[in-house]
């Protein structure tokens, strides 16, 4: 699955994507949100978050780099905001907590990994309005069940949705 565009049109659309991720997450995972500042990527982990059972406040963690939450499975969700990284020499530490974790890194650029070699998904946000958002997905290494379920999540969700727009 390779750069398939999703219009986004209300905080409603954004909550079915967040159930879409939900349903796939999993274990060494790792979610990539990339886009400009207010574009959606912590209100998606808010909601991914508060189905995989979190019932902690999440919050962007900007300064503190990356937080550590109890989800309602055998693993925890990893939020992580490399925003403020410029120069990242240890990743020893992130790859430990990266591992049997289900991850979510926003601004995943500011960090020098090569992320072809993890199992991800990565979305990217483009403002459009006020209220709506263009995404961008891409996947990599996901099994070919998750891959085509995520697929067929989308298309069914969105495309229908997106061709009345037209």
């Known amino acids: 699955m390779n750069n398939n565009s999703y219009f986004l049109n209300d905080l409603k659309d954004t909550k079915q994507l967040a159930t879409i991720i939900a349903n796939i997450a999993q274990p060494n995972l790792i979610l990539l949100l990339n886009g400009t500042l207010g574009s959606g990527k912590t209100q998606l982990t808010k909601l991914i978050s508060e189905i995989l059972g979190v019932s902690d406040v999440i919050t962007s963690p900007t300064f503190i780099i990356w937080n550590q939450y109890t989800t309602k499975h055998k693993w925890n ?6 925003y403020r ?3 990242v020499t240890q990743l020893d530490e992130y790859y430990e907590i990266m591992a049997n974790n289900f991850m979510i890194i926003e601004w995943p650029d500011k960090l020098p990994i090569n992320w072809q070699h993890h199992m991800h998904i990565e979305i990217n946000f483009t403002i459009t309005s006020a209220t709506k958002r263009m995404i ?13 379920q995520l697929e ?11 061709s009345t727009m037209l």
């Open 77 to 82: 969700l990893i939020h992580m905001d490399a």
């Open 85 to 87: 990284l410029n120069n």
């Open 136 to 148: 961008t997905v891409n996947t990599n290494l996901l099994t070919n069940k998750d891959k085509k």
């Open 152 to 162: 067929y999540d989308l298309n069914c969700l969105f495309t229908i949705k997106n």
